[in-house]
């Protein structure tokens, strides 16, 4: 794609701005670009660099830029934003967590990659890089593998176990056959066990089970954003009993006896929700019962190699505020009639500390 940098570094302004990325001179900010334009220059000034984050001020928007964009780069992934208020119901479809997941891969293997996404996009609260990072398993000819605890890895990393596989997240064990539908992969794995060592990794077909190509290695990702292990479920439930018990003496010292039981109910059905479905559960409006470390998406980007392109940075305050806003109103109306705990009010990072994190990278 030189075809369309080559013009740009004929023009004094260009080669100004990026002089500036270049001593790490930034921000720098760019007037005067119409919405056909924005897209070359992004690509123009960030040849070279590893990431290239794109934030506008909401997705529809995000959506244009992204289509526009894959003139110039197909590494262009669109990183979609969570309805952040309804999105915590118990079970939920996987579609935003793939591509998330997609991305995320991307990032831990350091490939080339374009992302376009609103503000919100950055402002839940996610695991640390780290901790996925960590929960990532690998598997080769030389892995040995364990059936009941390999299946038990894999639904805490979000998989649900099926008779057959058949979409994303799936994972099904017979005999000495595994097969898995990682959410980063386009078509399922499977292993074949000699006792519990590997003695075949091929990708197959789902519709007519015939194998498609044998393979050296498979990375299995987490199929949740939300991964915690046993003690960790443990000390997050023993946090959430303690607030649930001063949250309904606090609702009775009010005569609130409607919304003490209700709070009771949807605790316990949480609970049996977790212990039933595990992996799956959204736990989004629960992260900081189970963690103590979270950070937002921006931060997952090494500053030396990632550059960020702020799209109308007015427009992204005032969008920030408002879904900031409508967040914490609707929340207090919540724990008012007893629907959460107050600790889930504190699930998404404010405008300001997610402007505050934006004014620290390269922008």
């Given amino acids: 794609m030189k075809t369309f940098i080559e013009p740009l570094k004929e023009l004094k302004e260009f080669n100004d701005i990026r002089d500036n990325i270049i001593i ?13 334009q924005k897209c070359h220059l992004i690509h123009g000034l960030g040849d070279g660099i590893t990431f290239k984050v794109i934030v506008t001020h909401n997705d529809l928007k995000a959506k244009e830029i992204y289509e526009d964009y894959r ?16 999105y915590s119901a118990d079970i939920h ?8 997941l997609k991305i995320i891969r991307r990032i831990i293997e350091n490939q080339p990659t374009t992302i376009v996404m609103s503000i919100d996009g950055g402002m839940d609260k996610l695991l640390p890089l780290k901790m996925i990072t960590d929960r990532v398993i690998t598997i ?16 805490r990393l979000g998989y649900e176990r099926q008779a057959q596989v058949e979409t994303p997240g799936d994972f099904a064990i017979r005999g000495g056959i595994i097969d898995i539908f990682p959410l980063t992969e386009e078509a399922p794995y499977r292993i074949e066990l000699w006792g519990d060592e590997i003695d075949s990794i091929r990708t197959f077909d789902v519709s007519s089970q015939r194998s498609i190509e044998q393979v050296d290695k498979l990375v299995i990702y987490p199929a949740a954003e939300i991964i915690p292990d046993e003690k960790q479920i ?32 949807i605790i316990e059905e949480f609970k049996e929700n977790l212990e039933a479905y595990q992996g799956t559960m ?13 950070m937002s998406f921006y931060e997952y980007f090494d500053d030396r190699d990632t550059l960020f392109f702020l799209d109308e940075p007015g427009r992204l305050i005032e969008k920030g505020d408002a879904v900031e806003t409508e967040f914490r109103e609707s929340m207090i109306g919540r724990i008012e009639k007893g629907y959460i705990l107050p600790g889930q009010i504190d ?12 004014s620290k990278k390269s922008t």
């Fill in 24 to 36: 790490n001179n930034l921000p720098v900010q760019i007037t005067g670009c119409i919405d056909s």
């Fill in 71 to 86: 003139l110039y780069d197909r590494n262009v992934f669109l990183y979609p934003s969570k309805d952040i208020i309804f």
């Fill in 93 to 100: 479809g996987r579609a935003i967590v793939t591509e998330r």
């Fill in 140 to 155: 080769t000819h030389d892995s040995v593998i364990r059936l009941s605890d390999f299946g038990l890895a894999l639904t």
């Fill in 234 to 265: 443990a000390e997050g439930l023993g946090r959430i009993d303690e607030e649930e018990k001063k949250y309904i003496k606090s609702l009775k010292e009010q005569n609130k006896t409607e919304e003490a039981a209700r709070i009771r109910r």
């Fill in 282 to 294: 959204a736990l989004e409006s629960y992260i900081n019962y189970f963690y103590d470390n979270t």
């Fill in 347 to 358: 699930v998404i990072y404010g405008y300001k500390d997610v402007l505050n994190i934006l």
